[in-house]
């Protein structure tokens, strides 16, 4: 083949300079070309040279032809997808902007109506205890007074007395310090997932997983945190303390049978550094705000019966003043409203359900560290996992404590663990 092709050449610069001898010696001398393969290579794009050099030898078949083409081809389109790639799919960007407006539109709801539901605890704080306390006072009054006016006082402070049961019963049962607390961790958590879209957005680098999991996660904390009360409120005096869950629940990956590589800012100091934390978020941070939950659970529990039991017990104590019972029912009637009061300023002036709320999504942010920290570690691609660096920095930051710290307390927690056997005292978290 080679041989044929050099014979072509040769013969047709041989033929063109015979030719032009025979016009004149200096014009055959002017017009005869160069042969330089480099700088032929160099004036001709690839494609076009090899299809040139194809076209002079009638005797390449067809078949030669179309491959090149066809591998020229596939090359291309090679190149045009992997400029393509980075570029993020308009409907994509689309989605993410539409779910980035609803976030904020439930920011701003979750704001109003918290801020409307707090009015909701002073007001009926107010209006309860000042119906309590006019009750006995008219309860008093209305022992030192005999024939109409003491039917008038004592039936106008039963009355009232009752009143501010029902209501205690309807505020016991709602607990509107403790919805209070709920919208303001909605709207703080919303707003961290609006941060993100928009962090997400910013990198221009967006897929259609990036919409699934801002739609989880919507969807998550509307089951959360629910703003309606009737069907769908959060029990306020569960049978149970667990911690709050506003998250998807993370996928269990299967631990494939590879050897562990290092990379990705991970190594097996970093591992074992984020496995001692997770040990002293279990059981130190999480159990103790599980502990605190407990406790002012059953403080609210004890506040939120007494409260509508004593306004009752002093309603029935005023309707039987003037009787033949002498001054016990005026006495009753008096003490009771007076004590109700006290327990009723306790309960939702104290807050004491937003108390149980604070300690129950406390401890939900420890158990959503515990979840990412165990997440990362049971990837055993490191390659598919947060840069190792940049997480140890974000655990750090949600504890409260500078990188040295928190290698010193995975250092304190695995020495102990080793030489004493038991648990460090300190906690994870120098936060709250």
């Known amino acids: 083949m080679a041989s044929l092709r050099s014979s072509s050449v040769i013969g047709s610069v041989a033929y063109s300079s015979s030719c032009c001898s025979r016009r004149g010696t200096t014009r055959a001398t002017i017009n005869m070309p160069k042969l330089r393969t480099g700088g032929l290579s160099l004036r001709l794009p690839a494609r076009d040279f090899v299809l ?14 179309s491959h090149v083409e066809k591998k020229y081809e596939s090359s291309t389109n ?14 994509v960007i689309a989605k993410l902007h539409a779910i980035m407006e609803a976030v904020a539109d439930r920011v701003e709801m979750h704001q109003n109506i918290g801020e409307q539901r707090d009015k909701w605890n002073s007001l009926l704080l107010t209006s309860i205890n000042a119906i309590t306390l006019t009750a006995a006072t008219m309860a008093g009054i209305a022992a030192t007074s005999v024939g109409g006016p003491l039917l008038a006082l004592k039936t ?13 019963v309807v505020m016991n049962q709602i607990q509107p310090s403790q919805l209070v607390e709920e919208q303001r961790n909605a709207a703080r958590l919303f707003k961290q997932l609006h941060g993100r879209i928009q962090t997400t957005l910013s990198s221009g680098n967006t897929t259609s997983s990036d ?25 306020k005096f569960p049978e149970t303390v667990e911690p709050a869950v506003w998250w998807p629940q993370h996928r269990q990956r299967q631990e494939k049978p590879m050897k562990r590589r290092d990379g990705n800012g991970w ?14 978020l279990k059981r130190k941070d999480t159990e103790d705000y599980l502990r605190l939950g407990k406790i002012a659970l059953k403080v609210n529990k004890i506040l939120s019966i007494s409260g509508p039991l004593l306004t009752g017990i002093a309603a029935c104590g005023t309707a039987f003043m003037g009787s033949s019972h002498g001054s016990w029912p005026a006495i009753v009637g008096v003490v009771a409203g007076a004590i109700a009061s006290v327990v009723n300023t306790m309960e939702h002036g104290g807050q004491v359900g937003m108390v149980f709320e604070m300690y129950r999504s406390n401890a939900g942010f420890f158990r959503l560290m515990e979840e990412t920290i165990e997440s990362n570690l049971n990837e055993r691609d490191v390659g598919r996992r947060e840069n190792g660096e940049l997480f140890e920095m974000k655990v750090a930051l949600h504890l409260g404590r500078s990188l040295s710290g928190l290698k010193n307390l995975a250092a304190a927690s695995s020495y102990a663990s080793s030489e004493k056997g038991e648990a460090i005292e300190e906690f994870a978290s120098k936060l709250f």
Not at 158 to 163: E, G, I, K, Q, S
Not at 216 to 228: E, G, Q, S, T, W
Not at 267 to 280: A, I, Q, T
């Open 52 to 65: 040139e050099v194809l076209d002079m030898e009638p005797g390449l078949s067809a078949a030669t032809t």
């Open 78 to 91: 090679r190149n045009s997808h992997s400029l393509g790639s980075n570029v993020s799919d308009p409907l």
């Open 156 to 168: 106008s402070s039963t009355l009232m007395y009752l009143a501010a049961t029902g209501m205690l």
């Open 211 to 235: 919409v699934e999991d801002a739609m989880k996660k919507v969807l998550a904390l509307d089951k959360a945190y629910p703003l309606p009360l009737i069907g769908v409120m959060l029990e």
């Open 267 to 280: 190594s097996v100091e970093l591992e074992e550094e984020m496995r001692e934390v997770v040990g002293v």
